[in-house]
DNA sequence: AAGGCAAATGTTTTT
DNA sequence: CATTTGCCTT
């Protein structure tokens, strides 16, 4: 048998791991050390060599653009037989949990039409309970609630398995955590935790189910195997047993989910429960410069309780990695912009370009200097498509037509656009409902029946139910996008987004367009289910990260988090200050240091040719000025591979030390702390500075007229 | 019931 | 600082 088109190309590492033996295998790869290659090889190999059919492989991931990638690499790999491609398993845990239950539904003991709560929906959820239990919100936080539960979930813990230790707190957040499984159940409501839980469980229950499965897939493979927590680990240990093999491929060094219940320890776990295990390490990365990779190295060295791994090339040194002082973010954002003009002029391409940071707070000032630079640049991240409020109103109408029993859907729109139902009329259905044990659809109807509500009350519910049955009647035999443009017209949301003043509302509605359209180009995976249905349940498991366009020329600009995985030409990142990265909250705890610390190493890992590093001496963090060290990592660099860059031409300091607050104050013969008069306000002290040139500006808090920001360009302020 | 204004509140992200 | 939330007014 001829193989040679799998192997040839890869190193004696890669190799060994995609001809392992048919046995339990655990991959160890650093980054860019082509990971995703040997895994689609490695399955490549089981169907030619071991002779599995696709329909005994199941591949697992994490993210939907991983496994949308990973089916793309297996299609170009078998370019003849993409049908057979088609029975293969390939998905996220959640979607294959989701399928599983979809296909099961009456053995996990869930309706048939169970709905998907995706974050957001949950926490108004929780906020029901909270009003149920009267339970004081300011007390417990909503939020402190949904991380509870959803932390619980993801130990496969029950609420009724909480162990509170005459602990108040646990056994509050216990309580409420019962009343939300409660809520759950009667709506037929399903969160994200849940599906794995759920999925888990049924094997448990159901051990014919479970055989079968276990029979079917013969072998299992897990990508980013770092980010399981432990259901998916329970999941995946049962659904293998004693017979399938597993091969999980994972990086200890960056694992950046810990916070969100990734355990790095099931690597070791792994080898314990799944021994014996064939392990391959591959440490030659073909993506960076030595040098970068020497930083990376370097930084990485500092955490404790490394599997130990130490990525290698055989590639040149390359350039050495820029660190840039800023002055202020401002400055930083202008360095920036600079910094990629000089990259574009000398021939790259926009796209090949990174901008990286730490929260998402930061990218708006970088956006602001690019839109004045007239550079194209995206945004990754931030809000998804399928989570902005107008599409999940738009969501919530096609929810209902599908189940009028989605009191989560109903709430949601049974007012939106303004139609005259206000909290009371809502808060009335909400106790017929809970006293009748029904939906609030059904409330509804009850209510009008009976004539218990106010006439304008009535009035405007039986304009509801009118219009949802109207756009019922009218949606049989229509394509979905066909029924999605008549939900988004008739329902008055067009109209109602298309009143909104500025530029929002414009938004708003491109957005319920480009719904439409996301509609006519949804293909089903499967075939027996209503296609309205299939594209609710991929909306709520997909969030719709707009796909890269490959042909958009633009810089990327991304948080570490969500850069994982790619790879850039160029990259700078950004905010490299204490405070900021590593994070003030994670500064304290050891193990969330070390966690900021990959996040670090996988920054540094994405870039390929050069690297720039830059942090702000000066920061406007949540409206106060701060003044942050350089981060403990970018110290971690040896000194040898920087080149410190620090701002010239713009300011002169003087020869001894002056902050720069100091030096924009000397050009106006005016210090912090300095009493001044004012022609209008009076006397004050002076509190802050800011700007530069023309537009200096500095905030004073006068005897009389309290604190106020002062423009020196307008109105000039005498010293006393 | 709806719009306007003041106060609170700020990680990281996927599903 | 900027955005979101909730209270209060019309």
Request: charged share 25%.
């Amino acid at each position: 048998m001829d193989v040679s088109d799998l192997i040839d190309q890869l190193n004696d590492a890669q190799r060994e791991a995609v001809c392992a033996p048919f046995s339990n295998q655990l991959v160890l790869a650093g980054a860019g050390s082509g990971k995703t290659r040997v895994l689609v090889h490695r399955i490549a190999w089981l169907m030619r060599v071991e002779q599995l059919s696709p329909h005994q492989i199941l591949a697992v991931t994490f993210t939907n653009k991983a496994a949308h990638e990973m089916r793309e690499r297996l299609a170009t790999l078998f370019d003849h037989g993409a049908g057979a491609l088609r029975s293969m398993w390939v998905g996220t845990f959640h979607g294959i949990a989701h399928r599983l239950l979809r296909a099961h539904w009456q053995e996990a003991g869930l309706p048939q039409n169970f709905q998907i709560l995706d974050s957001d929906d949950q926490l108004r959820l929780i906020k029901r309970v909270y009003q149920e239990l009267q339970v004081d919100d300011a007390r417990w936080p909503h939020r402190q609630a949904q991380w509870f539960i959803n932390g619980k979930k993801d130990d496969g813990v029950r609420a009724a398995y909480v162990k509170d230790d005459f602990d108040p707190f646990t056994k509050m957040m216990r309580s409420i955590y019962a009343a939300y499984e409660d809520a759950c159940e009667r709506g037929g409501m399903v969160d994200f935790a849940e599906l794995l839980l759920r999925s888990h469980e049924l094997w448990l229950k159901q051990p014919t189910l479970l055989e079968h499965y276990q029979r079917r897939f013969r072998y299992i493979l897990v990508d980013e195997f770092q980010d399981t927590n432990s259901i998916q680990y329970a999941w995946l240990r049962v659904l293998a047993g004693k017979t399938s093999h597993v091969v999980v491929v994972g990086d200890d060094d960056q694992s950046i989910y810990g916070w969100r219940g990734a355990k790095i320890e099931n690597i070791h776990q792994f080898q314990r429960d799944f021994s014996p295990v064939c392990v391959t390490r591959l440490e030659q990365n073909y993506r960076s410069t030595s040098n970068i990779l020497n930083a990376a190295n370097a930084v990485i060295e500092n955490n404790g309780d490394r599997l130990g791994k130490t990525l290698w090339t055989d590639g040149v040194d390359g350039e050495p990695i820029d660190l840039y002082a800023a002055f202020n973010e401002q400055d930083e954002a202008r360095y920036i912009v600079d910094q990629i003009k000089k990259w574009l002029d000398a021939g790259s391409v926009a796209s090949e370009i990174a901008v990286l940071y730490r929260s998402n707070a930061q990218s708006r000032i970088l956006e602001e200097a690019f839109i004045r630079a007239d550079l194209p640049y995206r945004i990754y991240g931030g809000q998804r498509f399928y989570e902005r409020l107008e599409i999940k109103n738009a969501l919530a109408y096609l929810r209902l037509l599908v189940n009028r029993q989605d009191d989560a859907a109903f709430e949601r729109v049974v007012n939106t656009p303004p139609r005259g139902i206000g909290n009371k009329t809502v808060e009335t259905l909400r106790l017929l409902a809970r006293d009748q044990g029904c939906s609030l659809f059904d409330a509804c109807r009850g209510a009008l029946a009976n004539n218990v509500l106010p006439k304008r009350a009535s009035g405007a519910l039986t304009g509801f139910l009118d219009l949802l049955d109207a756009l019922d009647d009218s949606a049989h035999d229509r394509s979905i996008a066909e029924v999605s443009r008549l939900v988004i017209e008739n329902s008055g949301l067009l109209d109602y987004h298309q009143q909104e003043k500025g530029e929002r509302g414009q938004v708003r509605v491109e957005n319920l367009q480009e719904l439409i359209s996301a509609c006519r180009s949804f293909e089903p995976e499967e075939e027996d289910r209503p296609a309205l249905e299939a594209f609710l349940d991929r909306a709520a498991l997909d969030a719709g990260d707009a796909q890269a366009d490959d042909y958009e020329q633009a810089v990327q600009m991304m948080t570490l988090h969500s850069a994982k995985g790619l790879e850039f030409p160029h990259v700078v990142l950004c905010g490299m200050e204490e405070n900021l990265f590593p994070h003030r909250m994670s500064a304290e705890e050891p193990g969330r240091l070390e966690e900021e610390r990959r996040l670090c190493y996988v920054g540094i890992t994405r870039a390929m040719e050069k690297l720039v590093l830059t942090y702000a001496e000066n920061r406007r963090m949540h409206g106060k000025e701060s003044f942050n060290a350089l981060s403990r990592f970018a110290r971690e660099i040896p000194s040898a591979l920087i080149n410190e860059i620090r701002m010239n031409a713009v300011v002169t300091r003087p020869a001894q030390f002056q902050s720069p607050r100091a030096s924009k104050a000397d050009a106006h013969g005016l210090n912090l702390g300095q009493s001044v008069r004012h022609h209008v306000f009076g006397e004050g002290v002076i509190l802050q500075m800011e700007g530069r040139g023309t537009n200096v500006r500095v905030q004073v808090n006068f005897a009389a007229e309290g604190i106020k920001w002062i423009m020196l360009q307008y109105a000039a302020l005498e010293p006393l």
